[in-house]
């Protein structure tokens, strides 16, 4: 099975920066797109970031100029560089990815979302 496991969220006082690490594992033959989603307290999940495996990138308007999406193919991996965070960024932060997997000789493409990391912002 796929897995997707988070690391990078914290407490951190406005203007400060915090990166997010999302690990893909498991039965895996390619990583496509990437991305960032953000839920707050009463909010729907909204897309943050997104990544192709070629890396061309889009940020939400939100987070422009203070935020970085980037990946290391080699390691599955998608980071998330958040400078200049404010209080509006605190949110849980979801990892997502479209993941080709095989079974065999069977080849399956779906989405999959990691557990979330909590991102605080508050002085």
């Known amino acids: 099975q796929v897995q997707l496991v988070e690391s990078g969220g914290g407490l951190v006082q406005p203007g400060g920066s915090l990166r997010l690490s999302c690990v893909v594992s498991?039965?895996?033959?390619?990583?496509?797109?990437m991305g960032w989603y953000r839920q707050a307290p009463g909010k729907q999940r909204e897309l943050v970031s997104a990544i192709t495996r070629g890396g061309s990138t889009n940020y939400a308007d939100s987070v422009k100029g203070r935020f970085t999406i980037s990946r290391d193919n080699a390691k599955n991996t998608v980071y998330l560089q958040m400078n200049s965070l404010k209080p509006e960024d605190t949110a849980v932060y979801y990892c997502n990815a479209d993941i080709l997997t095989y079974h065999g000789t069977t080849f399956y493409s779906a989405d999959y979302w990691g557990q979330g990391t909590q991102v605080t912002v508050s002085s």
């Open positions: 498991g039965n895996i033959f390619r990583v496509d797109d």
